[in-house]
């Protein structure tokens, strides 16, 4: 079946610390995998994507991924987290097939001054 | 470079009646996908729309509907609403079929059924 696991429903992180969000993926296929951000009431704004090639990949506002094919894996990290990185966070996959993703279910990530 | 843009925002209806939302993709962008989103089932997939056609559906009832026509505009149409189609309705677009090409989402139309 084909799937999207966050672990993590909730991260808090103080501002200026790493953050590391988790990302599972089940997909039969060759996996296209992506991350968006959300901000309540807004719709979804692509951080980054991966398709094939260099396995850590760099997306906009900072933020980097690396894709671990051994351990199903696509984990977005920053270095440091600034308070406007308040929001939603989505891992996705999808595949060449068709135009359907494959949503996680979100981690909320809030930051303490 | 005018991202997508989905009209009405915001929307009331009353239970039993249907809604059309309508999506304008980037210029250029020849794919739609639509996407429901709700605090409890999250993100699902309902529909992409490429060259007019339906490429892919997901697993929505037969009361949910759309269309695309030749200017890559499309609309989605719920009838016979129900509470539960309250929701966050999402359009994607993307130059052609696939992910490779990657989504660009709009803000949503936040649908109110009571």
């Known amino acids: 079946a084909q799937s999207v696991t966050q672990p993590d429903i909730h991260i808090t992180v103080s501002e200026g610390a790493s953050l590391e969000l988790r990302c599972n993926y089940s997909y039969g296929a060759t996996p296209y995998l992506f991350w968006y951000v959300q901000s309540p009431g807004q719709g979804l704004q692509l951080l980054l994507k991966y398709f094939s090639g260099d396995t850590l990949v760099q997306g906009i506002k900072g933020f980097e991924a690396e894709f671990k094919r051994s351990q199903s894996s696509f984990n977005l990290r920053k270095p440091s987290v600034h308070w406007s990185d308040a929001a939603e966070y989505f891992c996705?996959?999808?595949?060449?097939?068709?135009?359907?993703?494959?949503f996680g279910q979100g981690t909320e990530l809030s930051v303490k001054p | 470079k005018a991202g997508v843009t989905q009209t009405p925002r915001y929307l009331i209806k009353t239970r039993g009646q249907q809604v059309t939302l309508s999506c304008s993709p980037i210029s250029g962008h020849r794919s739609v996908s639509w996407y429901q989103q709700t605090p409890g089932q999250g993100l699902q997939f309902l529909f992409e729309?490429?060259?007019?056609?339906?490429?892919n559906k997901g697993n929505f009832p037969g009361r949910f509907s759309g269309r695309q026509f030749s200017n890559s505009r499309s609309e989605m149409n719920v009838s016979t609403l129900e509470l539960g189609d309250s929701a966050l309705y999402l359009c994607?677009?993307?130059?052609?079929?696939?992910?490779?090409?990657?989504?660009?989402f709009g803000s949503g139309t936040r649908l109110t059924v009571v």
């Open positions: 729309y490429f060259s007019e056609t339906q490429r």
């Open positions: 994607a677009s993307s130059l052609a079929q696939g992910s490779q090409s990657g989504y660009t």
């Open positions: 996705a996959v999808g595949g060449n097939q068709g135009g359907k993703l494959i």
